[in-house]
T-cell receptor, first 110, second 115 residues
Framework: GNSVTQMEGPVTLSEEAFLTINCTYT??????LFWYVQYPGEGLQLLLK?????DKGSNKGFEATYRKETTSFHLEKGSVQVSDSAVYFC?????????FGTGTKLQVIP | DVKVTQSSRYLVKRTGEKVFLECVQD?????MFWYRQDPGLGLRLIYF???????EKGDIPEGYSVSREKKERFSLILESASTNQTSMYLC??????????????FGPGTRLLVL
């Protein structure tokens, strides 16, 4: 079946540091891949997505490239801000349902 | 903007009580979902519904039931609450979609404590 593995947190970074959160997946076929973000006290919201191999999703300075050869969809940001502190979920949709990773908590300190 | 609302942000219940969690979405979405979120386990799907009066079990349906009498409303029912059902419950909705994966829109969550 489908599965998503993402790096465990928490990740603590200083403001303006470079961020990478690793995500790898197992799936049949060629699924879309998503990153969701959950800010404190809120539900999840879509951050970015890619629908086919070699696609790059981007939003709010975050990027992720769908790499079929390594079955990965790592999330990156060049310079994090305190406001990026949140939990990030890698996700693999399959028709109506979605398989989520366990989430990686990011804390950015000034 | 899509809006998904949940009836309560925080609930405290006693073991054995019947608990109702309500979710309403305003975007005419066909699909609605209930998840629970626990530290280290991420989101786990309890039930989902793809149409009025239709439901399918997710990964952890035991101890829960659902009701969808109207398209916009999806209720999660804990028939007899137990302490291991203490968790954050998240409701989500999505359009019918084309099979490549549609965005799910989430409510703010209900944090349930069962004593």
């Amino acid at each position: 079946g489908n599965s998503v593995t993402q790096m465990e947190g928490p990740v603590t970074l200083s403001e303006e540091a470079f961020l990478t959160i690793n995500c790898t997946y197992t799936a049949t076929g060629y699924p879309s891949l998503f990153w969701y973000v959950q800010y404190p006290g809120e539900g999840l919201q879509l951050l970015l997505k890619a629908t086919k191999a070699d696609d790059k999703g981007s939003n709010k300075g975050f990027e992720a490239t769908y790499r079929k050869e390594t079955t990965s969809f790592h999330l990156e940001k060049g310079s994090v801000q305190v406001s990026d502190s949140a939990v990030y979920f890698c996700a693999l949709p399959f028709y109506q349902k979605v398989t989520f990773g366990t989430g990686t908590k990011l804390q950015v300190i000034p | 903007d899509v809006k998904v609302t949940q009836s309560s942000r925080y609930l405290v219940k006693r073991t054995g009580e019947k608990v109702f969690l309500e979710c309403v979405q305003d975007m005419d979405h066909e699909n609605m979902f209930w998840y629970r979120q626990d530290p280290g386990l991420g989101l786990r799907l309890i039930y989902f519904s793809y149409d009025v009066k239709m439901k399918e079990k997710g990964d952890i349906p035991e101890g829960y039931s659902v009701s969808r009498e109207k398209k916009e409303r999806f209720s999660l029912i804990l028939e007899s609450a137990s302490t291991n059902q203490t968790s954050m419950y998240l409701c989500a909705s999505s359009p019918l979609g084309t099979g490549v994966g549609e965005t799910q829109y989430f409510g703010p969550g209900t944090r349930l404590l069962v004593l």
